[in-house]
């Protein structure tokens, strides 16, 4: 049926039927673009499915990663597989190259080197999809969020927001002999209040406990008020986040010089246990891991 025959049908008696059928007939001019964006909406399923074997998802990730990529390029706006790309790189970036930079640091300080200058280049890499999205999305986000007004976050720019304050703060932390990288520590902990303002509970405490690592981080952040954050990440989290455990520990115990409090906050991540087919399965095996890496090597830390 031609297009031209569609739309004086919708002007027939009875017309008022044929909506959905018009609306079909005009994607069906694009058949490309809905075959990209049942990809994009697949992909993004993937990237929050649950997943329990670590190598498993370290194998899994460059292909996942590159092939998600390839279409956002198409697609720059579809916030599902932007906040999932971020998500697997700052993920990556964090548990398969800035960790094995810790663990080389002892042994091989150029090559620890090397893998952290790559970690916070994924890490920025992340950055730059959410934050790619959001401009998409909302022309103009990225003047406004430098510029101190405040950009709107939608319900589906929430995980966008995250992903692109956490990629940005951990890339941060990487860079702190980089001047203009840390002078951007403040647009990073306002992208991340940006969520909080709009929805503290995200993530079931994710947003917390990244809120208490920047208030930790910041120049003349109040440590009382990180302490306050973690504990409300731990409250909404119903204390199955190893992570928050060990931001924790390393956020308020260890600068703080006190290593009982780190030690029983590292243990206690370490001991967290699954239950089947939970979503934090893979982010806490990682955080698992590094508490134990931690404890192993508490008495260097102190």
Wanted: proline share 5%.
């Amino acid at each position: 049926m031609a297009l031209r025959s569609a739309t004086s049908l919708l002007r027939a008696p009875g017309g008022a039927l044929l909506p959905p059928l018009f609306a079909l007939l005009l994607t069906a001019c694009s058949p490309q673009q809905l075959v990209l964006r049942n990809m994009a909406d697949q992909l993004a399923a993937q990237g929050s499915a649950g997943e329990d074997d670590l190598e498993l998802a370290r194998d899994a990730s460059a292909f996942y990663l590159k092939l998600s990529e390839a279409v956002l390029r198409d697609l720059p706006g579809h916030a599902g597989l932007a906040a999932a790309t971020a998500g697997g790189f700052t993920q990556y970036a964090y548990a398969f190259v800035a960790f094995e930079a810790d663990r080389l640091d002892s042994r091989d300080a150029r090559a620890a080197q090397r893998l952290r200058e790559r970690a916070a280049r994924l890490y920025r890499r992340g950055r730059d999809h959410a934050l790619s999205a959001l401009e998409s999305r909302h022309p103009g986000f990225s003047t406004a969020l430098r510029t101190g007004g405040v950009p709107t976050l939608e319900a589906a720019d929430l995980p966008l927001a995250y992903w692109g304050a956490a990629a940005w703060g951990a890339a941060i932390s990487l860079s702190k002999d980089d001047p203009d990288a840390v002078a951007d520590l403040p647009l990073a902990h306002r992208l991340a209040t940006l969520a909080w303002q709009a929805d503290p509970a995200f993530g079931q405490g994710d947003l917390a406990s990244l809120m208490g690592s920047f208030e930790a981080a910041r120049p003349g952040g109040s440590a009382a008020q990180a302490l306050a954050y973690f504990d409300e990440a731990l409250r909404l989290s119903g204390g199955r986040s190893a992570g928050t455990l060990v931001a924790k520990a390393e956020g308020i115990a260890q600068p703080a010089g006190d290593k009982d409090a780190f030690l029983a906050l590292l243990r206690q991540a370490a001991a967290i246990r699954d239950e089947p087919g939970s979503t934090r399965s893979l982010a806490n095996e990682v955080m698992r891991r590094r508490a134990r890496w931690l404890l192993d090597n508490a008495d260097d830390l102190f």
